[in-house]
């Protein structure tokens, strides 16, 4: 039944929660078709501040409108250059597996940094030593795969879900190195040569469509145990408890940065994982070395990314969405919401590094800062030779409020 256009933008312009593109006297309200929904997920793009300018790409995808690969042992969806062109230099995949399921024994070109997300893991690999690695992952527990090594991930009781991290942002799931794959792809002759059996012993490789297991069901296995290898195990550990690392905690938040320096094995994923509290901000800032790929896993976040030139954009995110900054591009991410706000920070580096705008201009001559910008004493004064790393401060209309 057609709904007059009058009637029609009267019930929009009604509707208690949909947002509208106004901002003071600028903007007017939207008269043909929308997505509400969206519009107030990212109001910052609705009504953009005015201190937004400029043509800048698109530095947000989610993971909720990534398409899902769905299997017998759970799910896998990914946000790689596909999703996102900006992002070159990382790709990440979201992946759940039921209890017992397995993610099959694989290798790929790239390596796999991971953040646990909920539930438990076994996870499995081999270097090119023959030293073999099994451990057990919990939830804030990292691994790291070196490109090339081959591994597995299994869940535990209660399944799991987590974040892999892949150093190059073309990377697909689809496209890992499968050994079902091999096996489907390999004459049964060169099987038996190969492992010195008769052909007989591959008679019940998997008949499945694609010849292949990539996420299937499985036993729940028992308590960890080792396989002996005659070279030992590895040495480098391929996993690290993040979530026990003392994190440095300053006012309204915490972070704890974990690369190469910290987690040996990590040698080309660093990663900053940040907790805001409701009104802090992670402070002004940029990094030296590389791009960065955000996971965001809780609470209302906006960050601006300023692109020189006269370009800045504002972005809004919540749990689940990826966010990108092109190099050296400098930025800010806001705990818009009322409750903390997590997220990653990665670079494909062996290490962290970032610069801090408020500590630039506490180490450099005062005369010569405030001859760029006007600043009066108090404000000099309190510029911060450390580095703030996250600004604790609400701003409410010109005045400065410690969030309670
Ligand atoms: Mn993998
Ligand atoms: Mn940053």
Same mark, same amino acid.
């Given at each position: 039944?057609?709904?007059?256009?009058?009637?029609?933008?009267?019930?929009?312009?009604?509707?208690?929660?949909?947002?509208?593109?106004?901002?003071?006297?600028?903007?007017?309200?939207?008269? @043909?078709?929308?997505?509400?929904?969206?519009?107030?997920?990212?109001?910052?793009?609705?009504?953009?501040?005015?201190?937004?300018?400029?043509?800048?790409?698109?530095?947000?995808?989610?993971?909720?409108?990534?398409?899902?690969?769905? *299997?017998?042992?759970?799910?896998?969806?990914?946000?790689?250059?596909?999703? *996102?062109?900006?992002?070159?230099?990382?790709?990440?995949?979201?992946?759940?597996?039921?209890?017992?399921?397995?993610?099959?024994?694989?290798? =790929?070109?790239?390596?796999?940094?991971?953040?646990?997300?909920?539930?438990?893991?076994?996870?499995?690999?081999?270097?090119?030593?023959?030293?073999?690695?099994?451990?057990?992952?919990?939830?804030?527990?990292?691994?790291?795969?070196?490109?090339?090594?081959?591994?597995?991930?299994?869940?535990?009781?209660?399944?799991?879900?987590?974040?892999?991290?892949?150093?190059?942002?073309?990377?697909?799931?689809?496209?890992?190195?499968?050994?079902?794959?091999?096996?489907? =792809?390999?004459?049964?002759?060169? *099987?038996?040569?190969?492992?010195?059996?008769?052909?007989?012993?591959?008679?019940?490789?998997?008949?499945?469509?694609? =010849?292949?297991?990539?996420?299937?069901?499985?036993?729940?296995?028992?308590?960890?145990?080792?396989?002996?290898?005659?070279? @030992?195990?590895?040495?480098?550990?391929?996993?690290?408890?993040?979530?026990?690392?003392?994190?440095?905690?300053?006012?309204? @938040?915490?972070?704890?940065?974990?690369?190469?320096?910290?987690?040996?094995?990590?040698?080309?994923?660093?990663?900053?994982?940040?907790?805001?509290?409701?009104?802090?901000?992670?402070?002004?800032?940029?990094?030296?070395?590389?791009?960065?790929?955000?996971?965001?896993?809780?609470?209302?976040?906006?960050?601006?990314?300023?692109?020189?030139?006269?370009?800045?954009?504002?972005?809004?995110?919540?749990?689940?969405?990826? @966010?990108?900054?092109?190099?050296?591009?400098?930025?800010?991410?806001?705990?818009?919401?009322?409750?903390?706000?997590?997220?990653?920070?990665?670079?494909?580096?062996?290490?962290?590094?970032?610069?801090? *705008?408020?500590?630039?201009?506490?180490?450099?001559?005062?005369?010569?800062?405030?001859?760029?910008?006007?600043?009066?004493?108090?404000?000099?004064?309190?510029?911060?030779?450390?580095? +703030?790393?996250?600004?604790?401060?609400?701003?409410?209309?010109?005045?400065?409020?410690? +969030?309670?």
């Amino acid at each position: 039944m057609a709904i007059s256009k009058t009637k029609r933008r009267e019930e929009i312009e009604s509707a208690p929660q949909a947002p509208q593109p106004i901002r003071g006297d600028r903007g007017a309200s939207i008269l @043909g078709p929308r997505n509400a929904p969206l519009e107030r997920e990212n109001p910052d793009l609705l009504a953009s501040p005015d201190t937004d300018s400029g043509t800048i790409p698109n530095l947000k995808f989610s993971f909720a409108t990534a398409r899902n690969r769905l *299997l017998s042992g759970g799910w896998a969806r990914e946000v790689t250059v596909r999703e *996102l062109p900006v992002a070159t230099t990382l790709a990440g995949v979201n992946m759940r597996l039921k209890p017992g399921a397995i993610r099959e024994m694989h290798w =790929h070109k790239e390596a796999e940094w991971a953040y646990m997300l909920a539930g438990t893991a076994r996870i499995t690999a081999i270097d090119p030593q023959g030293r073999n690695f099994i451990d057990d992952i919990n939830v804030g527990d990292l691994w790291n795969f070196p490109a090339g090594i081959p591994h597995s991930i299994q869940g535990l009781e209660k399944g799991c879900e987590f974040l892999l991290v892949f150093d190059n942002g073309s990377f697909s799931e689809n496209e890992t190195f499968l050994i079902t794959d091999w096996f489907a =792809h390999t004459p049964r002759e060169v *099987l038996a040569k190969n492992f010195g059996v008769s052909e007989a012993a591959f008679d019940n490789l998997p008949q499945d469509i694609e =010849h292949t297991r990539y996420i299937f069901s499985g036993k729940v296995p028992g308590p960890l145990v080792p396989v002996n290898s005659p070279a @030992g195990p590895i040495s480098t550990s391929y996993s690290h408890r993040l979530s026990a690392q003392e994190p440095i905690k300053v006012g309204g @938040g915490q972070v704890r940065i974990v690369d190469s320096s910290n987690f040996p094995a990590a040698t080309t994923i660093a990663a900053a994982l940040v907790e805001l509290e409701p009104g802090a901000m992670r402070e002004m800032h940029w990094h030296p070395n590389i791009d960065e790929w955000q996971y965001y896993i809780s609470g209302q976040a906006r960050m601006t990314v300023f692109a020189s030139g006269g370009k800045a954009r504002t972005f809004n995110y919540q749990a689940g969405d990826v @966010g990108y900054i092109p190099f050296a591009m400098g930025h800010y991410i806001e705990n818009v919401g009322d409750q903390p706000v997590q997220f990653l920070e990665m670079f494909r580096s062996s290490y962290f590094a970032d610069l801090s *705008l408020n500590q630039w201009m506490a180490l450099t001559p005062p005369e010569l800062v405030r001859a760029h910008l006007n600043l009066d004493a108090k404000t000099m004064t309190a510029l911060r030779k450390d580095k +703030p790393i996250i600004a604790p401060f609400r701003a409410i209309k010109g005045e400065l409020k410690r +969030p309670a």
